[in-house]
């Protein structure tokens, strides 16, 4: 058993103050106890937490591999013409030279950077499944297992979701040659998800491995194919992009007359089970038919900006109880609080008001923001994660309470500093699973991952 001591810990909901948790040998908190008296000492087995402890986010989307190529497609290609589709050109050119060991070194810094930044978990929706002619890797697996052994080494937890994409655009149409390494059927995927499966089971002592479904979009997925893999995997989260882009939801309505989502709900039982990710154009139908479902939109906004998706319409969806995460998808920022601060920022710049995702209820928009994606990420992932609780994850966040951001604060405002008012990063320490993998800022693998990171996106640009 381990045991930890702070004096100030956000348990998810509420500020607790000189809390002390007892986490099991698999990583779980065991019990929170917390005294309310002004001198309370720890007790002499207790690893003290000197900051302000708070649950660590979950990154419910990820492409691994599009880390190593933040940046790379920045400059113009065709002025004023450059979009998502221009960007999606740039992304099919750089995969043809990854291979499975260049991702697990690219998926192995990212996470973790992602867990020096606050997040303890991350969703990897992975589809890039095969070799550079489209063909299976002589290990069929290969690219999956990388993000798996890449997650193992960080000490991140993962939801690993395999993607079925079989299609360039709506109503089957053949996929490109771009896409030749993203391609798969239902029964080779299902050899994936079973894969997956097994992986899971294999290190189900320690849990920190998850495994959901995933059908890439509407675009690259048939109604056959999704009504075959449903209900084979009953019991998985369904994960899916749904309408990230203006000309997809115009491809739609060509095809079958519907929106994205419209289609979706009068074609699939839709519920809490799904998480829909990039829903940025949407009617006020379909919106409402989302919150009502109690499926999860997962909110990219760092990378929604980057491609110039959208904004999406925030505040009818929280009035409508619509649930909600976030992910770093592109991977073009990897940091929690640039993702709230930016589904925040893009509401008043819309709307030319302030505090937009605040309420009579919850008056802090930071707080409200932090606290929905918690529990918003905790059921996209499957995991018992997104709060400082028993049965939960020890997976906790330590911010440096000397961080000039929270100079003269008091407690009630942590989370106001922090999204809104941080020029620095703050994380002092992560604790994942009860193990301290990030201290004073850095890894405790950092050296050797970042090396290696180093070396391979070295070897990918001199190839370009």
């Given at each position: 058993?381990?045991?930890?001591?702070?004096?100030?810990?956000f348990?998810?909901?509420q500020?607790?103050?000189?809390v002390?948790?007892?986490?099991?040998?698999?990583?779980?908190?065991?019990?929170?106890?917390?005294?309310?008296?002004?001198?309370?000492?720890?007790?002499?087995?207790?690893?003290?937490?000197d900051?302000?402890?708070?649950?660590a986010?979950?990154?419910?989307?990820?492409?691994?591999?599009?880390?190593a190529m933040a940046?790379?497609?920045?400059?113009?290609?065709?002025?004023?013409?450059?979009?998502?589709?221009?960007?999606?050109?740039l992304?099919?050119?750089?995969?043809?030279?990854?291979?499975p060991?260049?991702?697990?070194?690219?998926?192995?810094?990212?996470?973790?950077?992602?867990l020096?930044?606050?997040?303890?978990?991350?969703?990897?929706?992975?589809y890039?499944?095969?070799?550079t002619n489209?063909k299976?890797?002589?290990n069929?697996?290969?690219?999956?297992?990388?993000?798996?052994?890449?997650?193992?080494q960080?000490?991140?937890?993962?939801?690993?979701?395999?993607?079925?994409?079989?299609?360039?655009?709506?109503?089957g149409?053949q996929?490109e040659?771009?896409?030749?390494?993203?391609?798969?059927t239902?029964?080779?995927?299902?050899?994936?998800?079973d894969?997956a499966l097994?992986?899971?089971?294999?290190?189900?002592?320690?849990?920190?491995?998850?495994?959901a479904?995933?059908?890439h979009?509407?675009r690259?997925?048939?109604?056959?194919?999704?009504?075959?893999l449903?209900?084979?995997?009953?019991?998985?989260?369904?994960?899916?992009?749904?309408?990230?882009?203006?000309?997809?939801?115009?491809?739609?309505?060509?095809?079958?007359g519907?929106?994205?989502?419209?289609?979706?709900?009068?074609t699939?039982?839709?519920?809490?089970?799904?998480?829909?990710?990039?829903?940025?154009h949407?009617?006020?139908?379909?919106?409402g038919?989302?919150?009502?479902?109690g499926?999860?939109?997962g909110?990219?906004?760092?990378t929604?900006?980057n491609?110039?998706?959208g904004?999406f319409?925030?505040q009818?969806y929280?009035?409508e109880?619509?649930?909600f995460a976030?992910?770093?998808?592109?991977?073009?920022?990897?940091?929690?609080?640039?993702?709230?601060?930016?589904?925040e920022?893009?509401q008043?710049?819309?709307?030319?008001?302030r505090?937009l995702?605040?309420?009579?209820?919850?008056?802090?928009?930071?707080?409200?923001?932090?606290?929905?994606?918690?529990?918003?990420g905790?059921?996209?992932?499957?995991?018992?994660?997104?709060?400082?609780a028993?049965?939960?994850?020890?997976?906790?966040?330590?911010?440096?309470?000397?961080?000039?951001?929270?100079?003269?604060?008091?407690?009630?405002?942590?989370?106001?500093r922090?999204?809104?008012?941080?020029?620095?990063?703050?994380?002092?320490?992560?604790?994942?699973?009860?193990?301290?993998?990030?201290?004073n800022?850095r890894?405790?693998?950092?050296?050797?991952?970042?090396?290696?990171?180093k070396?391979?996106l070295?070897?990918?640009?001199?190839?370009?």
């Amino acid at each position: 058993m381990k045991r930890f001591f702070a004096k100030h810990v956000f348990d998810g909901l509420q500020w607790l103050e000189n809390v002390t948790i007892d986490v099991d040998d698999k990583g779980m908190i065991s019990s929170v106890s917390t005294d309310m008296s002004e001198d309370v000492r720890p007790c002499d087995d207790a690893l003290i937490l000197d900051g302000y402890v708070i649950p660590a986010m979950p990154n419910v989307h990820s492409h691994a591999f599009q880390r190593a190529m933040a940046g790379h497609a920045e400059k113009i290609t065709r002025k004023g013409q450059d979009s998502f589709w221009t960007w999606r050109q740039l992304m099919y050119a750089f995969v043809d030279h990854l291979t499975p060991e260049d991702v697990e070194s690219i998926a192995a810094w990212l996470y973790v950077e992602m867990l020096k930044s606050g997040y303890g978990w991350v969703g990897e929706f992975h589809y890039l499944h095969h070799d550079t002619n489209g063909k299976p890797h002589a290990n069929s697996n290969a690219m999956l297992q990388a993000h798996i052994s890449a997650a193992k080494q960080s000490g991140i937890g993962l939801t690993m979701i395999p993607s079925l994409y079989s299609h360039a655009n709506f109503g089957g149409v053949q996929h490109e040659h771009g896409q030749r390494r993203f391609i798969n059927t239902v029964d080779t995927y299902g050899t994936l998800l079973d894969h997956a499966l097994s992986e899971q089971s294999r290190t189900a002592p320690q849990g920190r491995l998850k495994t959901a479904m995933s059908f890439h979009s509407l675009r690259a997925v048939t109604q056959p194919q999704m009504e075959a893999l449903i209900p084979a995997y009953p019991d998985l989260n369904i994960h899916m992009h749904i309408a990230e882009q203006e000309k997809e939801v115009q491809d739609s309505l060509n095809w079958s007359g519907k929106r994205p989502a419209e289609w979706l709900f009068d074609t699939i039982d839709v519920d809490s089970k799904w998480t829909l990710i990039h829903a940025t154009h949407l009617n006020d139908q379909e919106r409402g038919a989302i919150a009502k479902s109690g499926a999860i939109i997962g909110f990219c906004p760092t990378t929604e900006a980057n491609l110039g998706d959208g904004i999406f319409p925030l505040q009818p969806y929280i009035a409508e109880g619509g649930s909600f995460a976030i992910g770093t998808d592109s991977h073009i920022s990897i940091d929690p609080v640039e993702e709230l601060r930016m589904i925040e920022y893009a509401q008043r710049l819309t709307h030319r008001r302030r505090s937009l995702s605040a309420s009579d209820v919850h008056r802090s928009p930071a707080l409200y923001l932090y606290s929905q994606a918690l529990k918003g990420g905790a059921s996209s992932m499957d995991a018992p994660i997104g709060a400082i609780a028993v049965g939960r994850f020890a997976d906790f966040v330590v911010l440096d309470a000397d961080a000039p951001c929270f100079d003269g604060c008091a407690v009630d405002d942590v989370f106001d500093r922090y999204v809104f008012a941080r020029q620095e990063r703050c994380v002092h320490s992560v604790i994942c699973a009860g193990t301290l993998m990030v201290q004073n800022g850095r890894h405790v693998h950092e050296d050797a991952l970042r090396a290696r990171y180093k070396k391979t996106l070295e070897k990918i640009y001199a190839q370009l």
